[in-house]
């Protein structure tokens, strides 16, 4: 699997004006959510809701709080979990992001490769 990086940007959920400047992130289909700096957080107002643990690549354990943004790169968007990185965390986009924009990630040519997204079937309604 190859990485690459993309511009990010987020907004507050409550005030979409609040906008933050572009930041890169690196496309991390192995994360489970996004990792955004903490002062770019704070900076659109988005105020932590919660704490959570999180396993690094070298197992080490790291708590960190995590609130709601509006994400977009690549032009898609969705509504997310973001985490609040500190200093010296590395800036992720995770799945959880990705499949939200409804997307797959082509390793070869790093873009978005937009897909279908999948429902379940339910019985004939009456």
Known sequence: MSMFNVNLVARNTKDESLIAPPVQVLVDSGSELTWLPKELLF??????????????????????????????????????EVVFAEPGDMLLLGV???????????????????????VAVHPPLR
């Open 43 to 80: 900076g659109i107002k988005v105020s932590p809701v919660r704490r959570r643990s999180f396993s690094t690549a070298t197992k080490q354990l790291v708590t960190r709080d995590t609130s709601y943004a509006i994400v977009s790169a690549e032009g898609f968007e969705t509504v997310d």
């Open 96 to 118: 959880r992001t990705l499949e939200g924009f409804g997307v797959m990630v082509d390793n070869i040519a790093h873009r978005f490769v937009a897909t279908t997204t999948i």
